[in-house]
């Protein structure tokens, strides 16, 4: 697919631009709410060791992407792979995959935000509207949420550059706390408050490693907008990579200086243990506060990643005849997927009517749907380093087909710990009713898609199919 195929989306995004989209996107709020959970179950450096297990298995998988992404930039990423190297079918259940991930984040972070909110503003909630999945929904609450997605959505809706910029700023935001973090622990921290170092033992480990799927996620809205990004294939590939590594150092940072911050009891007692963490490191409750509206530039930098990628994610498959066509069109002044992004940011409007439970088992089938895709993306790779040896890949992963392999096994592992029984089971019958849901409307998609092989021209042979 190229960009005058597309109509013509403008190569506005530079190197800085891209990490802090992708940097952003994985930086959400999980960081300031989980960690003492996290601290409790593994230990300052269990859960640390933890997340570097997570970020080496995401590292597999995103040197998959870093050679697909370089060998073919085009919108919509995961979309293209699959379809070039497994055919039409399969890289519809990707893309429908995907797109379940990338909205529920979305439509989560318009919940978040007013419930972090409360934390600064703990009189805030007026308004009692119901009651759903035992949550109370207040007015004030929705109107926050209401209020933020139609602002998110309208920053996109009028170019990328803006979306960009907005991106930079939250992020330069967010490290600026997270450099206070580091030196508040040299300043006031403690290395006996980090005993016990590992606790929990192997079920500990894996109780942080499960989270990895939904904390790491981001580094793949890259590809969404590779049409976007003005550079070289191949540098792109590599800040994918340098992408997943900051974020790798970002969480492993969290877990240290907040557990040298209080004695672990405290911390797990502590409802937001990184808060409080701040606060006891500083000695100062402003600092703490300082935290959380960094929590909710994370909320924000999460937001807008999302919305990029599920954006165009939704474009290219507008653009593929796999969905109704109306999604598969630019804006002609602004250059973004209009059509895309008000059908994105009215889910996100909605979803503060919910209630936080509601978005949260959403979530939660997502996570699930993302890890699907990460092992389509993974199999796509092993294929077409088989099927087409030759073809132009600015960015080789080192490895060649066990790389693929590896990452297929490890993402296909993580899926496991999403099934019954297992430590992150989806939760039923309300996330297994989610996943059905999603996937009863993907089928109805899925039966009407032509049935087309895989290859180069593989999208120009459905669109002939369906008489475009």
């Not at 409802?271 to 959380?292: E, F, I």
């Amino acid at each position: 697919m190229t960009e005058q195929e597309h109509g013509g989306f403008i190569r506005t995004l530079g190197r800085w631009d891209v990490l802090a989209v992708a940097f952003g996107a994985m930086i959400g709020f999980g960081w300031i709410v989980l960690t003492g959970g996290f601290l409790e179950g593994a230990g300052t450096l269990g859960a640390a060791l933890a997340f570097v297990i997570g970020g080496v298995v995401v590292a597999l998988v995103g040197l998959t992407y870093a050679e697909l992404v370089s060998a073919m930039p085009h919108v919509g990423g995961e979309h293209n792979y699959a379809l070039r190297a497994l055919g039409s079918r399969p890289a519809f259940v990707t893309s429908w995959a995907l797109v379940l991930g990338y909205v529920s984040v979305v439509a989560f972070e318009a919940v978040a935000l007013p419930q972090t909110m409360l934390y600064l503003f703990p009189d805030m909630l007026a308004g009692r509207l119901w009651t759903v999945a035992d949550y109370d929904v207040y007015a004030s609450w929705v109107a926050i949420g209401v209020g933020a997605a139609v602002v998110m959505t309208a920053l996109n809706y009028v170019g990328v550059r803006p979306a960009a910029v907005f991106q930079t700023v939250a992020v330069l935001f967010l490290l600026g706390v997270g450099l206070a973090l580091v030196v508040g622990s040299f300043v006031g921290g403690d290395t006996a408050n980090m005993q016990p170092l590992f606790t929990g033992g192997l079920a500990g480990l894996i109780t942080v490693l499960v989270a990895t799927p939904f904390l790491f996620v981001g580094f793949d809205v890259i590809p969404q907008s590779a049409e976007e990004i003005d550079m070289s294939y191949r540098r792109i590939g590599q800040l994918l990579l340098v992408s997943v590594a900051l974020a790798v150092g970002w969480y492993v940072m969290i877990m240290l200086t907040v557990g040298s911050s209080l004695p672990a009891g405290e911390l797990a007692a502590s409802d937001l243990a990184a808060a409080d963490g701040m606060t006891a490191l500083w000695g100062s409750g402003l600092m703490g506060d300082v935290l959380v509206i960094g929590g909710i530039a994370g909320i924000l930098t999460s937001w807008n990643g999302f919305l990029i990628g599920a954006s165009r994610l939704l474009y290219a498959l507008g653009q593929s005849g796999m969905v109704p066509a109306w999604f598969g069109r630019l804006h002609p002044r602004f250059r973004t997927p209009g059509n895309a992004l008000l059908f994105i940011g009215a889910l996100s409007v909605i979803a503060p009517f919910f209630g936080r439970q509601t978005l949260v088992w959403m979530v939660d089938a997502g996570g699930f749907s993302i890890v699907v895709a990460y092992v389509m993306v993974a199999v796509s790779f092993v294929v077409l380093r088989r099927r087409e040896p030759d073809m132009d890949r600015p960015f080789r992963a080192p490895g060649g087909q066990t790389t693929g392999v590896l990452a297929a096994v490890l993402a296909i592992g993580l899926g496991v710990l999403f099934l019954p029984g297992m430590p992150a089971a989806l939760i039923w019958p309300y996330e297994w009713l989610v996943l059905a849901a999603w996937w009863a409307l993907g089928l109805f998609f899925l039966l009407r898609l032509p049935s087309v092989g895989p290859g180069p021209d593989a999208e120009a042979r459905i669109l002939a199919a369906r008489g475009r």
